[in-house]
């Protein structure tokens, strides 16, 4: 029987105290196994780029190298080429926000936005507010920085206004540097925030005097229930990020940042100490592709490969799941939570089901403390065709019922209430 090996580090007491804050990515740490070819996977939210039609991208691709070298393989401008951000101008058009070219900033995705700003506003200490559960790669980009990170619970309609009021209450005025939201299909709880709370939300903001930051990968990608407007239509104080990853292809890493013109420029400096510029070819790739492709057709078509395979999952976790099961309904996006009795460890889980064949990301890993969540999971509806979707469903109920018989158990002889069942 082998022993663990110990991992010595001569550098131990030499790192940052603030590293010592930032937990892996339970997503990326997975990608090792969802790697695997008997690997049914929900871990990763993976766009399906096989759906991007891959002449269209080569040609995007040669036309900026024989068109457009002088530009495409030299260093550019920070805030990012001009062309790109008439053609983000126009997008953010279609969503009801009317911004001109200087208003953006692009990005290497929008994380580095996320990393941007929170070099930008955070000291030690700084109280931000974010949902709960909130996207990993912003817990990952703030907690760099050691803020104080207070999560506010949802519900079908997103997040809980009223326990955001009562915590804004607690902090008073400027007591919080800003509010971090996934108002559309929220990573990675799935849920949309209703048009009654954003009006909300944003008078709160104005009363406290509080930045809100409006991260949307997910806007375009909705395939049930009606338009709901952006956070930043509605004001022009707020902080908005967008991505092509998941209009166009991830492995570009282009997002953009629309903020008020003193943001910007602070954002701007810590953006030239961290990459000087952005890749000019990636830029003019993505404006070849959007200037010379039906894009909103292939996005279309997108978005029908998601629908059906969100309607896959919901149909398997219908048959599958366990009644004492909890699960929200996306309206578009990538993502389903899911909720367990409270006894039940998801974290506890993983290593059986990954010998099921079957891959999730266990919902402790969405919240700061590394401690709630841990009755939960989320399930990426994105990646997988529909037929292995029912299969991977069918094998991870397989794993979650075992760790239940004990709990009916209990309910049975009468030791615990049963709950309830939405």
Same mark, same amino acid.
């Given at each position: *029987?082998?022993?663990?090996?110990? =991992?010595?580090?001569?550098?131990?007491?030499?790192?940052?105290?603030?590293?010592?804050?930032?937990?892996?990515? !339970? =997503?990326?740490?997975?990608?090792?196994? !969802?790697?695997?070819?008997? %690997?049914?996977?929900f871990s990763g939210g993976m766009p399906a780029v096989d759906h991007v039609p891959a002449e269209a991208a080569a040609m995007a691709a040669h036309d900026a190298i024989m068109h457009e070298r002088?530009? +495409?393989?030299?260093?550019?401008?920070?805030?990012?080429?001009p062309e790109i951000r008439s053609i983000i101008t126009e997008l953010m058009a279609e969503n009801g926000i009317r911004l001109s070219p200087d208003d953006i900033v692009v990005t290497a995705g929008a994380q580095q936005a996320l990393d941007l700003l929170a070099k930008t506003f955070l000291d030690p200490g700084d109280v931000i507010i974010t949902e709960g559960?909130?996207?990993?790669?912003?817990?990952?980009?703030?907690?760099? #920085?050691?803020?104080?990170? $207070?999560?506010?619970? *949802?519900?079908?309609?997103? *997040?809980?206004?009223?326990?955001?009021? +009562?915590?804004? $209450? /607690?902090?008073?005025?400027?007591?919080? /540097?800003? %509010?971090?939201t996934i108002p559309n299909f929220q990573n990675p709880a799935g849920v949309t925030l209703s048009a009654e709370?954003?009006?909300?939300?944003?008078?709160?903001?104005?009363?406290?005097?509080?930045?809100?930051?409006?991260?949307? @990968? #997910?806007?375009?990608?909705?395939?049930?229930?009606?338009?709901? /407007? @952006?956070?930043r239509a509605l004001d022009d104080e707020v902080i908005y990020l967008g991505t092509f990853s998941k209009i166009f292809a991830p492995g570009l890493r282009l997002g953009w940042m629309v903020a008020p013109k003193p943001i910007r420029a602070k954002v701007l400096l810590? /953006?030239?100490?961290?990459?000087?510029?952005?890749?000019?070819?990636?830029? =003019?790739? +993505?404006?070849?592709?959007? *200037?010379?492709?039906?894009?909103?057709? =292939?996005?279309?078509?997108?978005?029908?490969?998601?629908?059906?395979?969100?309607? !896959?999952?919901?149909?398997?976790?219908?048959?599958?799941?366990?009644?004492?099961?909890?699960w929200t309904h996306p309206e578009g996006g990538f993502f389903v939570w899911v909720e367990f009795p409270s006894f039940l460890d998801t974290g506890q889980l993983l290593a059986e089901a990954v010998e099921h064949g079957v891959?999730?990301?266990?919902?402790d890993g969405f919240f700061p403390d590394g401690r709630s969540g841990r009755n939960c999971m989320r399930l990426a509806f994105c990646y997988a065709q529909p037929e292995s979707i029912s299969e991977g469903i069918r094998r991870l109920a397989e794993v979650i019922e075992d760790r239940l018989e004990l709990y009916r158990a209990f309910i049975a002889a009468g030791a615990i209430p049963a709950p309830e069942v939405a």
């Open positions: *029987m082998g022993t663990a090996r110990v =991992v010595f580090d001569r550098w131990d007491g030499r790192y940052a105290e603030r590293m010592a804050n930032v937990r892996s990515s !339970a =997503v990326r740490d997975l990608f090792a196994a !969802a790697s695997r070819p008997d %690997i049914i996977s002088e530009c +495409a393989l030299q260093y550019g401008s920070s805030e990012g080429r559960p909130t996207y990993v790669g912003a817990l990952q980009a703030f907690s760099a #920085y050691e803020p104080d990170i $207070r999560c506010i619970p *949802m519900d079908d309609d997103g *997040m809980r206004i009223d326990q955001l009021e +009562a915590e804004l $209450r /607690k902090l008073g005025p400027r007591g919080a /540097k800003f %509010i971090y709370r954003r009006r909300r939300l944003l008078e709160l903001a104005r009363e406290y005097d509080i930045l809100v930051i409006e991260d949307d @990968p #997910y806007g375009r990608l909705r395939f049930e229930g009606g338009h709901v /407007k @952006p956070l810590a /953006k030239q100490a961290a990459d000087l510029c952005g890749s000019a070819f990636a830029q =003019v790739t +993505a404006e070849r592709y959007f *200037m010379g492709t039906r894009w909103r057709r =292939v996005l279309q078509g997108l978005s029908r490969t998601y629908a059906e395979r969100r309607d !896959a999952m919901l149909e398997a976790l219908d048959e599958h799941f366990p009644a004492e099961a909890r891959t999730f990301v266990p919902g």
